[in-house]
């Protein structure tokens, strides 16, 4: 069995969307004696890799503590879209023959570009493929940047149309390690009652055939 952990690092060094809450650890000063660490942790609900439940978009949408967890752990696909240029399209999406319920992951060129630096002209999913992932019902959406929609897009569907039908979204993937494929996903979002979103452990299984 390998693992593949695709979640990303959080420290000081962690980018942050412009304009959202920056990640800030530091040491809490008032700790018991026996203790030698205890940090202060200060952050924003959508800091590096995390899920945006319906709440997010819609003002009377579910919050991600009310998504069954069997939502973000089973089969899973990661699809490369490394040469899509833009966005993720619905042609994309056709030539890979996405079905309905299935866990979709896509790797973009961000994963290759890396997470060092935060640029404006990441790889989006396009308004018309979101309506198109939420007409045919996958169970779950994850992109390998901080947002599913396109940077400064007046079109909000990347995340109304797949939020509206109750599919959460994982965003800040690191897919840079991962080849195209099939595995088993565990996304385990932080248990916040209540709110709209919460950073994730997010690790890919590949279950290696006993066979071979
Ligand atoms: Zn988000």
């Given at each position: 069995m390998k693992i593949f952990d695709v979640s990303l690092p959080l420290n000081d060094k962690t980018v942050i969307y412009p304009g959202n809450v920056g990640l800030e650890i530091s040491a809490h000063h008032e700790m018991?004696?026996?203790?030698?660490?205890?940090?202060?942790?200060?952050?924003?609900s959508h800091t590096g890799t995390h899920v945006d439940?319906?709440?997010h978009a819609l003002p009377t949408g579910a919050s991600l503590d009310k998504i069954p967890l069997?939502?973000?752990?089973?089969?899973?696909r990661v699809l490369d879209f490394t040469k899509s240029v833009g966005s993720v399209s619905v042609e994309d999406l056709k030539r890979e023959k996405v079905k309905k319920t299935e866990r979709i992951l896509v790797k973009t060129q961000?994963?290759?570009?890396?997470?060092?630096?935060?640029?404006d002209d990441y790889v989006f999913l396009s308004g018309d493929a979101a309506d198109y992932l939420a007409e045919l019902g996958v169970a779950l959406f994850g992109i390998d940047y901080f947002s599913v929609k396109q940077r400064g897009s007046k079109d909000q569907r990347p995340h109304t149309s797949l939020l509206s039908k109750n599919i959460p979204i994982i965003e800040g993937l690191?897919?840079?390690q991962v080849p195209a494929g099939s595995y088993t996903l565990?996304?385990?979002p932080l248990k916040f009652t209540g709110i709209e979103g919460a950073p994730a452990r997010v690790v890919l299984i590949n279950a290696?055939?006993?066979?071979l």
């Open positions: 018991p004696e026996y203790a030698t660490h205890l940090s202060k942790i200060t952050m924003g439940a319906p709440r069997e939502t973000f752990v089973g089969p899973c961000n994963s290759l570009r890396g997470f060092t630096t935060f640029y690191d897919l840079s565990v996304c385990l290696i055939d006993e066979n």
